[in-house]
């Protein structure tokens, strides 16, 4: 007999990667209960950019429009120290994953509160705010979620088959999983001022780290008429210091903002983290975005990891709770996820030491060196995984485990999008003008139709289409990418990674 559920999902936390999970979940089909304490969003503004992964995941999601509509474009960065010189700049090169452009400005509450009216449309999406969790307990065919509801203080029960914590850095879940957070927090604390736009000035719209060993400074446009300046805090000045916004005012006074320039809207304080969870997964229960790792915010990607880390796990889970994947499909989601966690906590620390004016000279020439064409800096790069569920070596002439560029593509009902909308939701191989399915042996192609994989050819853009399992390569991108890689035949992953090529072995991965 089949055991009664509330939901398939728990989600323990309803800031941005339980968003990201509940609207991933729910666009497979599967149910969820959140929990959130807090009723209203957290006013402050936090995470202040998403990139084009992020912009794909929320493409994917159906959340993208509505989010565009909030959000700015981002012209540059540049680190500069305070006599004018430019110590290095980064200029955004055109998306090959299809989003235009590729880094955006924005403003964390009013993010957050566009993805909680997108979710609010989903009929699986089930929230409960002013609701915290206390107690969770686990057995083979699910989980025992206890809550109690902050105004009444009656706790209730619900029984769920997975439960994921995004219940931040100080997160419940973590806590009653025996899980611990290990590294470092950084001494230095930083007053966050965020601000009302009052009139333009020149270059406001460029992301500048001002770069200095005494008071580096982060100025950053974030959408929607806001301006943000982060500082640290000099030895001796505390918290206390700057109460109120006139204590605060000479600040931003000393880098040369007048009040005929902006409004303090609000300031707090932070100091940063370099923790990560020892383990992601207690059995039937998962940890993600700020309850699994925190980092500095200087490679912007805090809680891009977070949404990143929710939409992972949230289709390998949809998978498996569909009866599509093996259970142990959802080992992967730690596999994954955590080098690339890794990868930008350690990118973080590096841009921290730049704008703190840290780097040696032997450092500093080598960042100035050029780098190799093709190569884009790493702030920058396009999403790789570098291990996990793949076939074949990961490495700079391999296309596994890259994300699949995102042109405009064609098809037989003359329909012309971009290639995710054509490729759907699920597993698909994709071959350089030939049939996929007829370069695979027997066993290679029932390995992919149990996942539910399409199998597409790609033709050249005079090609004539003759079925409905041909796609046009309308921007001659995709032909292209794959012969760079001297592959014919690729299969793309739910998350628009490559798992496996002709090239490596077209054998469904371990
Ligand atoms: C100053 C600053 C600047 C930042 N800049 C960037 C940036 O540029 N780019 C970037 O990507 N990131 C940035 N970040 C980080 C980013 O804001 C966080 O990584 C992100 O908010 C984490 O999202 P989350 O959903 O994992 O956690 P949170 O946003 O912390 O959400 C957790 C939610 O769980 C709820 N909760 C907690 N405990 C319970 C419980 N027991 N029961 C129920 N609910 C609970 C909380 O109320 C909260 O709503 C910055 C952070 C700071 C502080």
């Not at 012969?483 to 469904?508: C, E, H, M, N, T």
Request: glycine fraction near 8%; include cysteine; proline fraction near 6%.
């Amino acid at each position: 007999m089949t055991e009664p559920f509330d939901a398939d999902v728990a989600i323990v936390g309803y800031g941005p990667t339980g968003l990201i999970a509940a609207l991933t979940l729910a666009k497979y089909g599967i149910s969820t209960l959140a929990f959130e304490r807090h009723r209203e969003i957290y006013p402050r503004a936090r995470a202040v950019t998403v990139n084009d992964w992020t912009m794909r995941i929320f493409q994917s999601l159906g959340v993208d429009e509505p989010v565009l509509k909030t959000i700015d474009p981002q012209r540059a960065l540049r680190w500069v120290r305070y006599d004018g010189t430019e110590l290095m700049r980064i200029e955004h090169p055109p998306s090959t994953l299809g989003i235009k452009p590729r880094f955006f400005n924005i403003y964390q509450p009013t993010m957050e509160a566009t993805l909680r009216e997108c979710a609010q449309a989903r009929s699986q999406i089930d929230v409960r705010y002013g609701s915290e969790l206390v107690a969770l307990q686990q057995d083979a065919m699910g989980v025992t979620v206890t809550t109690r509801d902050l105004a009444s203080g009656q706790t209730a029960t619900s029984r769920v088959r997975y439960v994921i914590g995004c219940d931040g850095g100080s997160s419940t879940t973590r806590n009653l999983i025996d899980v611990q957070l290990t590294g470092d927090t950084l001494d230095v604390l930083w007053i966050v001022i965020d601000c009302n736009v009052k009139r333009w000035w020149p270059d406001r719209n460029l992301l500048t780290f001002w770069s200095d060993k005494e008071r580096p400074v982060v100025d950053i446009a974030l959408s929607g008429g806001n301006h943000r300046w982060e500082l640290p805090l000099k030895p001796g000045e505390t918290e206390a210091d700057f109460a109120t916004q006139d204590e605060v005012w000479p600040l931003l006074e000393a880098l040369g903002v007048t009040r005929d320039d902006v409004q303090i809207h609000q300031h707090a304080f932070y100091r940063h983290h370099v923790r990560m969870a020892n383990t992601w997964r207690r059995g039937r229960v998962f940890l993600a975005g700020d309850a699994a790792h925190l980092m500095p915010p200087w490679a912007g990607a805090g809680m891009q990891s977070g949404m990143r880390d929710a939409f992972d796990l949230g289709w390998k889970l949809a998978g498996v709770l569909n009866g599509k994947l093996p259970e142990r499909f959802l080992d992967t989601y730690e596999t994954e996820r955590r080098p690339n966690v890794e990868h930008f906590t350690n990118l973080a620390v590096q841009l921290g030491r730049i704008i703190k004016q840290e780097l040696g000279e032997e450092e500093q020439a080598a960042l100035n060196a050029p780098l190799p064409p093709g190569v884009e800096p790493p702030l920058i790069a396009p999403p790789t995984l570098s291990c996990g569920w793949l076939r074949g070596p990961v490495a700079d002439d391999s296309i596994v485990g890259r994300m699949i560029p995102q042109p405009a593509v064609g098809d037989n009902r003359g329909v012309m999008e971009r290639l995710d909308a054509l490729l759907g939701d699920g597993f698909v191989l994709l071959g350089d003008d030939c049939d996929p399915a007829a370069h695979l042996s027997p066993q290679e192609k029932a390995g992919w139709d149990a996942l539910g994989a399409r199998y597409i050819a790609v033709r050249q853009q005079d090609a004539y289409t003759h079925g409905s399992d041909e796609l046009i390569d309308l921007d001659v991108v995709l032909r292209p990418w794959m012969q760079r890689y001297g592959v014919r035949i690729v299969a793309v992953r739910p998350d628009k990674f490559v798992a496996a090529s002709d090239v490596g072995g077209l054998a469904v991965p371990a």
